[in-house]
Nanobody
Framework: VQLQASGGGLVQAGSSLKLSCAAS????????IGWFRQAPGKERAFVAA????????FYANSVKGRFSLSRDNAKNTLFLQMNSLKPEDTAVYYC????????????????????WGQGTLVTVSS
């Protein structure tokens, strides 16, 4: 599967953005999808994931209550709705996919994903 992330941009603190992760290839609904972000000078960090088997979603504590995932299988796209954005949300955001179902904790590890899209930059000004 090939992934294409989009939707990033420059916004003010408190604003919203909706990122998209569009997939090409068959059986998109059998893939679990995760979002990660990498801020300048920092390691890539887990943001959120959706498990394909039961559509359960998992979020990093730093975004819980502000970010939410949704999926449109007909369009082979996963969305990351980001509300109440903060300057510390500034990063390059990446989506990733794996055709396995894990327990919640395993989705936080970038090594557990097999496919990655290019990043999309989100900049939140104060």
């Amino acid at each position: 599967v090939q992934l294409q992330a989009s939707g990033g941009g420059l916004v003010q603190a408190g604003s919203s953005l909706k990122l998209s992760c569009a997939a090409s290839g068959p059986s998109f609904n059998t893939y679990s999808i995760g979002w990660f972000r990498q801020a300048p000078g920092k390691e890539r960090a887990f943001v959120a994931a959706l498990r394909s088997a039961d559509r359960n979603t998992f979020y990093a504590n730093s975004v819980k209550g502000r970010f939410s995932l949704s999926r449109d299988n007909a369009k082979n796209t996963l969305f990351l709705q980001m509300n109440s954005l903060k300057p510390e949300d500034t990063a390059v955001y990446y989506c990733a996919a794996v055709r396995r179902n894990y327990n919640a904790g395993s989705y936080c590890d970038s090594k557990n994903y097999d496919y990655w899209g290019q990043g999309t930059l989100v900049t939140v000004s104060s």
